[in-house]
């Protein structure tokens, strides 16, 4: 089993920062699983925008340049910089994984996700 828990989110204003961690648990847990960062906006659809394997990093055009992931395999965490956040920004953010060595572009193929952080900015 594993089990993902998103912290780090909150309210801010445009132009501001959060960093948003994910605690990676559970039996046989491999630090080198993929962990994705998903997020979904109030009345659209969920969407990977960032992802960490062990064979590199992928970052959504929406947020390239302003977002960055990050991994910390000795405390098995996995993070989310986010930086001059904009109100499209705002959904709620979960970190994903498939225990897969690499990234996987399918939403459908993640099992194991956490309860997901809100983010919310203010214009």
């Known amino acids: 089993q594993v089990r993902l828990v998103e912290s780090g989110g909150g309210s801010v204003q445009a132009g501001g920062s959060l960093r948003l961690s994910c605690l990676i648990t559970g039996s046989n847990v491999d630090d080198m699983y993929a962990i994705a960062w998903v997020r979904q906006a109030p009345g659209k659809e969920r969407e990977i925008i960032s992802c960490i394997s062990m064979v590199g990093t992928s970052i959504a055009d929406s947020v390239k340049g302003r977002f960055s992931i990050s991994r910390d395999k000795g405390k098995s965490m996995v993070y989310l910089q986010m930086n001059s956040l904009k109100p499209e920004d705002t959904a709620l953010y979960y970190c994903?994984?498939?225990?897969?060595?690499?990234?996987?572009?399918?939403?459908?193929?993640?099992?194991?996700w956490g309860q997901g952080t809100q983010v919310t900015v203010a214009s």
């Open positions: 994903a994984t498939d225990r897969a060595a690499v990234c996987n572009g399918d939403l459908g193929e993640y099992y194991y």
